[in-house]
């Protein structure tokens, strides 16, 4: 038996609904920009650009139910309401024409942002990792399998925050889907099983404070009920 320093990390996992069986975390994917509205309220890229895409670290999953606890070093802590696609099968140069064949299931998510720290990070020319990438920027709902809902290509994607809507746009509206993003994505990455893929967000992005309830909704899935927690 393989004798470690330290003990090694405990394996992250979002459950899969109707099965009491649990889809383990390699990676977290996100896309920047794919809806037109948020990208014309951002003012800050090409309306043509192609899809871009950053990462976040596996343990930064909040699930269903749990507190997200406010992150240090922002005055301007944000949601982003997304589709969130499971990677089933592996693969890499996928075509869009078998994109579908890699999905396991879908789930609702919220991409947090500390946007304060984005935008300085956007100006200097610097990755965006501090304001994307840090402990508990990641919430996802509960997968539902393929066989139990289908592909995912149309339908509301919502959330509110203490019972007012603030994103309700559509799925249909994304600039590029999400055979697309799966075909683009597996030609700069190998796509391997476990792998999460947050789509990209609607305009409607505001900041959240201490105590506020997110409450988000993709049309044919489970809700995703979180709240944000002090201060760290």
Same mark, same amino acid.
């Given at each position: 038996?393989?004798?470690?320093? *330290? ?12 099965? +009491?069986?649990?889809?383990? &975390?390699?990676?977290?994917?996100? &896309? ?10 951002? /003012?800050? =890229? ?20 749990? &507190? ?19 990677? +089933? ?6 075509? /869009?024409?078998?994109? *579908? ?31 994307? =990438? ?8 509960? *997968? ?9 290509? =149309? +339908? ?26 799966? =075909? ?28 506020? /309830?997110? *409450? ?15 201060? /760290?």
């Amino acid at each position: 038996m393989t004798q470690y320093i *330290l003990n090694p990390p405990a394996v992250v996992s979002v459950p899969v609904a109707l099965t +009491g069986s649990e889809f383990p &975390v390699r990676r977290i994917y996100c &896309v920047g920009r794919n809806y037109l509205e948020h990208i014309r309220e951002m /003012k800050e =890229s090409d309306e043509r650009d192609p899809p871009f895409f950053f990462q976040k670290p596996r343990d930064s999953i909040v699930l269903n139910g749990q &507190v997200v606890p406010y992150p240090p070093e922002t005055n301007d802590f944000q949601f982003e309401v997304e589709l969130v696609v499971a990677v +089933g099968k592996s693969g890499r140069q996928i075509s /869009k024409d078998d994109a *579908l064949d890699h999905i396991f299931g879908y789930a609702v998510g919220l991409d947090m942002t500390r946007r304060d720290r984005q935008r300085e990070a956007g100006k200097k020319g610097l990755p965006w990792e501090i304001g994307k =990438s840090f402990d508990a920027s990641a919430p996802c709902g509960m *997968l539902h399998t393929v066989a139990e809902v289908g592909h995912i290509s =149309s +339908g509301q994607i919502f959330i509110s925050v203490n019972g007012e809507t603030k994103q309700d746009s559509l799925i249909e509206k994304m600039i590029w889907n999400v055979p697309e993003i799966i =075909s683009n994505l597996s030609h700069l990455y190998d796509l391997v099983e476990g792998d999460l893929i947050y789509t990209g967000t609607p305009a409607g992005v505001a900041p959240v404070f201490p105590g506020d /309830k997110l *409450l988000c909704k993709v049309a044919g899935l489970s809700m995703l009920d979180v709240s944000i927690g002090a201060k /760290k």
